[in-house]
């Protein structure tokens, strides 16, 4: 990624690439802060600080909709929190598969991820080896079993350091675990069913490692556990991880922040996620339109945001009006839209509004066929009920934003599926729906009764 706005075509693809903001430097040049424009009374960061400073062990979940920029976030807490701290990052996609997800496999990951980062920053083993010599022997035991050989690719590398350490010895158990965790199937003989089985356990193993990395941090600092992208869960996934077991991710004994669905917390068993991760905390949705239909704080913001990657000779400022009103504020949407322009084999420099119109509409086209309830057992049936009552709820939905009057989420499965496919935004701060604009169009397209579109042509 280069560190100055974009002047080429293949800088713009460079820049706009979807991808958090990693290093300090693409911090210092991209980031923009969209506190303001997100919410009036909340900032992410500041809060989560402000949590994590407290004395006992603090578990936060923190919610919003994908791509509003969660993990740059993150990035940005990790430096401001400074060396009194040592996060360990475990990003959901490099450890679990996209579906049928168990909390025990989180567990799992976060074990894995840990014993990587201890075996990485050259830990010692404690003087109270006695009691942890029951980890060893507990991923000795359950990782006794056949592997796949995409599995046995995938381990090849991870045991590497096994023979050189303590930790690099129990590196070599759990990579044989990462690799089915990631790839192996779910019957009731793999490895991973077995860990599930033995929840307790897993418990009592992953918070034994924590006790063991904190004693190889010393006193100066303080394990923090940052558990990203689980926020992309498939919606019967996370339903059955956050409101069935929350329980089990309460139970880790470290600082320690998940990321959650949006979509999880509009559901009938919100206050038993509360009583275990009490106080939520949400990143907003950059507002670009008012609930009044007037611009709102976020299309500054978002505008900033794209001239800090584009030059402004090199995108016309009709196509940055316009991606900034069909996306909704949705950042990911944004960044999307702009890397499909520049691929396309019609673009030039300047980047023109219909070259952004074209790479918009083939968006609209993909959102809307992400509108569909799960399907509750694909191995068995790939039978959806009918997607009406979906399309009714974004029309009624729709009607009452075009008059200017709130409509907030149910603790329904119609507004889980709409929040979950991001045909409607919650903007979290007012706590009101909005249809994704690219999906208020295609309806209009497809002759739905929808009003006229506050997010103009």
Known sequence: MSLKPATTLAGIRENCFP??????EQIEAFYVDASAARSKHHVLVKELETRLGDRDVVRILVYGHRGCGKSTEFNRLCTQLGNKWFPVRMAAGDYLPDSGVEAEDILLAIAVALVKGADEAGFQPSEFKKPFEKVENYFAEISETKTTEKEANATAGAGVNSEKSFWGKLFGLTGKLEAELKYGRRSDSTTVRKIRQTAGELIAAVNAIIQEFQSGLGEDQTLLIIAEDLDKLPLLDADRIFAKNSQLLAAVNAHIIYTIPIFTLQCPERNRINSHFPNPKSLPMAKVITLDGQKGPGYDVLEQIIYRRIAKEAIAP???????????????????ALLSAATSSSAEIPLSK?????????????????????????????????????????????KHQAAGESVSAKADLEDQVLLA???????????????????????????????DDPFGP
């Open 318 to 336: 009709d196509a940055v009006d316009l991606v900034i009103r069909r996306t909704g504020g949705v950042f990911r949407d944004v960044f999307d």
């Open 354 to 398: 219909d070259t952004v119109a074209r790479a918009l509409r083939e968006m609209e086209d993909a959102h809307a066929k992400s509108i569909a309830y799960p399907v509750e057992d694909p191995e068995k049936s790939f039978t959806r009920p009918s997607s009406d009552p979906l399309f009714k709820r974004i029309e009624e939905i729709a």
């Open 19 to 24: 991808k958090p903001l990693k290093s300090d």
């Open 421 to 451: 496919s991001g045909a409607v935004v919650e903007y979290n701060d007012e706590a009101w729906l909005g249809v994704h604009p690219l999906i208020w169009s295609w309806m209009k397209r497809q002759r739905y009764e929808m009003p």
